[in-house]
């Protein structure tokens, strides 16, 4: 690599969620008192949510917030169990799942300290997201001003895996694809993603799951301190 350039996934990568989305539809579950099947329901608004998302992508779709899409994909998921929730439900559940994901998100412990190392090392680093702006911002906090770039579905309007969001990213920070890469947790949206623009791929499978769908990142990595490793490895003073 030459100048290096580190992008990262935040959701799920610089901020931890847990098992943000299975305990998510549980709440959902609970407000709602309509007493479905968790694993259920929770597979069908994971389903509707992907299957907006990447509607969105092959332009069969407008688009629109990730928040719209929560939801939306909300609603088709409780209509796939023949529950009809209005509108005005809708927007009350979506508040929730605002407040939730406040609750539920917080900065890996590590995040800064690896920023701070890869800027020490001359890296330009910045965040790739299919965040919504205020929401993202106000999560990052203060590793935003660490940050040389952050791109955010909302901003662009598009979504991972969609090469352009990534090439705008390039552009933005005026570097090339092939001395960048990518870190994040998601094989379909980030590791395809970034494959598509051109860019390397550092997958943080941090519960060690098996690969599928035969993608095959760059590189995998359970813990974000690897990819410190990773780019000491390919920076030009140890080739």
């Known amino acids: 690599m030459n100048e290096k350039t580190i992008f990262f996934d935040a959701y799920g990568t610089l901020l931890e969620l847990g098992n943000y989305h299975r305990d998510l539809s ?3 579950l609970k407000e709602t008192k309509c007493g479905l099947d968790l694993d259920s329901f929770h597979a069908a608004w994971n389903d509707e949510f992907e299957r907006m998302i990447f509607d969105i992508i092959k332009g069969r779709s407008p688009f629109t917030t990730i928040r719209a899409i929560y939801g939306i994909s909300l609603k088709n998921a409780f209509l796939k169990h ?10 009350e559940l979506n508040v929730i ?8 998100c917080s900065i890996l412990p590590s995040a800064r300290k690896i920023i701070e190392m890869l800027k020490k090392d001359g890296a330009k680093v910045g965040v790739i997201s299919n965040g919504d702006n205020e929401e993202l911002l106000c999560h990052l906090g203060d590793l935003v001003g660490l940050l040389d770039a952050v ?3 909302e901003d662009v309007g598009m979504y991972k895996p969609d090469p352009r969001i990534f090439q705008i990213a390039l552009e933005e920070l005026g570097v090339k694809a092939c001395d960048s890469l990518h870190v994040g947790d998601n094989l ?3 590791v395809v993603g970034a494959h598509k623009a051109g860019i390397g791929s550092i997958w943080y499978n941090r519960r060690c799951r098996p690969p599928r769908d035969g993608i095959k990142p760059m590189f995998t990595i359970t813990d974000m301190n690897e990819v410190l490793e990773i780019v000491n490895l390919m920076s030009p003073k140890h080739r």
């Not at 209005?86 to 927007?91: F, G, I, P, R, T």
């Not at 799942?97 to 539920?104: A, G, I, K, W």
Request: charged residues 35%.
């Open 151 to 153: 791109i955010t579905s």
């Open 82 to 91: 023949s529950i009809h929730i209005d509108d005005e439900q809708v927007n």
């Open 97 to 104: 799942c605002r407040e939730f994901l406040d609750q539920r």
């Open 26 to 28: 549980a709440l959902m």
């Open 188 to 190: 379909r949206i980030d």
